[in-house]
């Protein structure tokens, strides 16, 4: 059977990534960004490897008009020949428990999930109807991030509410980037020779969006996000865990819209929030090294609020076979990582100085002291678990 290619596709309001995913190559064919979609300075720039390869204003360009611009570039690169196309969508509530064929009905589920990700399932299914009207013929697939942890019990998943909120308004914990989880606690039990199957993992990705999860067996058992992405570790501009009453408290005291409200905690809090200056932890790991003292207690509060987070985590776990930090601050920041860790000691974990600096860049390792349970860095690949969800459907359809 020859290799195949997927085209993977992941939108959101004002943006549309992609990505060409080949069996016979370790990278992506080609892949980029369109961003600003929708206003002046909407643009388009592509990527063979690791550096631009070139950049194209698209000016008032919508998410079909970009992808009419990316089809050529994506037929060049993969000869004209693309077996099928998987989509990032980023909330499947409890519909979906892997990953489904586009169809009307997957398009109905996924525009009832409307609610609970406002502001990202209008954007995937944008992305969606544009692609299916260009790729009629293709098969196409949506991959959720939630789905992966559908496996959560229900101690591990209901809020204690009255039970008529959930059966009858869905109001549970869903958990977000279960693609990433999903790729990396495999990858980590590839990398020590366990079976995935027979393996528990803690996994923690850290971006502008941040969350841990327990893996048993290549199954969530539990994950610090909730009904909807705020919920959980302090993140770059979201504030995480705070007070479930602080909505009431801000309402009555100073006299604050739901809507501004909504803003605080999802857009000018986290990192951003305590630190006055940045979001991006590279920024204030250089303000901390300058004495900058909200800045330093920016990083202070996101390091221990991660170790409580997996502490509490460890509890979903029959054993600890390794701790896996991943994502574009997980992957990079050695400072992150051993200030995590060093409030882990109970759990036995210890990092390696000299190995945990070496593992920046993309570079995968292990970073534990002899004698500790295994810490690993391993760079996340979400096109690619896409990719390979979408191809074992793909299989699955016909009965290969």
Not at 160 to 181: D, K, M, N, Q, W
Not at 183 to 188: E, G, K, M
Not at 274 to 295: F, I, P, T, V
Request: hydrophobic share 40%; charged share 15%; net charge neutral.
């Amino acid at each position: 059977m020859s290799a195949r290619n997927i085209l993977v596709i992941n939108c959101g309001s004002s943006s549309l990534k992609f990505a060409l995913i080949s069996q016979a190559h370790s990278s992506p064919l080609i892949s980029g960004l369109a961003d600003r979609l929708g206003s002046a300075e909407a643009s388009l720039a592509w990527w063979h490897g690791g550096s631009i390869r070139k950049q194209l204003a698209l000016p008032g360009a919508g998410h079909t008009e970009a992808l009419e611009r990316v089809l050529p570039l994506v037929d060049e690169a993969c000869g004209g020949t693309l077996h099928g196309i998987g989509h990032r969508v980023v909330h499947g509530g409890e519909h979906f428990t892997q990953a489904a064929l586009i169809d009307a009905a997957t398009l109905a589920a996924i525009q009832a999930t409307v609610p609970l990700a406002p502001l990202h399932n209008p954007a995937h299914l944008l992305g969606i109807e544009a692609a299916m009207r260009l790729y009629p013929q293709l098969p196409h697939i949506a991959v959720f991030d939630t789905a992966f942890h559908q496996s959560m019990p229900e101690h591990a998943f209901r809020y204690a509410i009255p039970e008529h909120l959930y059966r009858e308004h869905s109001v549970r914990r869903y958990g977000f980037h279960g693609t990433s989880h999903r790729y990396v606690s495999l990858r980590a039990a590839q990398l020590c020779g366990l079976a995935a199957g027979d393996s528990s993992w803690l996994t923690a990705h850290l971006g502008n969006g941040c969350s841990t999860c327990a893996v048993v067996d290549g199954q969530s058992r539990d994950t610090s996000m909730g009904l909807t992405p705020l919920e959980g570790l302090v993140m770059g501009s979201r504030s995480g865990d705070v007070d479930p009453n602080l909505h009431g408290h801000l309402a009555r005291s100073l006299g604050w819209s739901l809507e501004e409200i909504e803003r605080l905690l999802n857009s000018e809090s986290g990192l951003l929030g305590l630190s006055g200056l940045s979001n991006d932890m590279r920024s204030l790991e250089q303000a901390r090294q300058r004495g900058h003292r909200a800045a330093t207690l920016a990083i202070e509060v996101f390091c221990y609020r991660l170790a409580k987070s997996l502490a509490a985590l460890a509890c979903a776990l029959p054993r600890l076979d390794g701790l896996v930090f991943t994502g574009g601050i997980g992957e990079n920041s050695a400072l992150v990582r051993a200030k995590s860790v060093g409030y882990l000691g109970l759990l036995g974990l210890a990092i390696d100085k000299t190995a945990n600096a070496r593992c920046i860049g993309g570079v995968t390792g292990s970073i534990h002291t002899a004698g500790s349970p295994r810490i690993l860095v391993v760079p996340t690949n979400e096109e690619k678990q896409i990719a390979e969800d979408t191809l074992a459907l793909l299989d699955a359809r016909e009965g290969r």
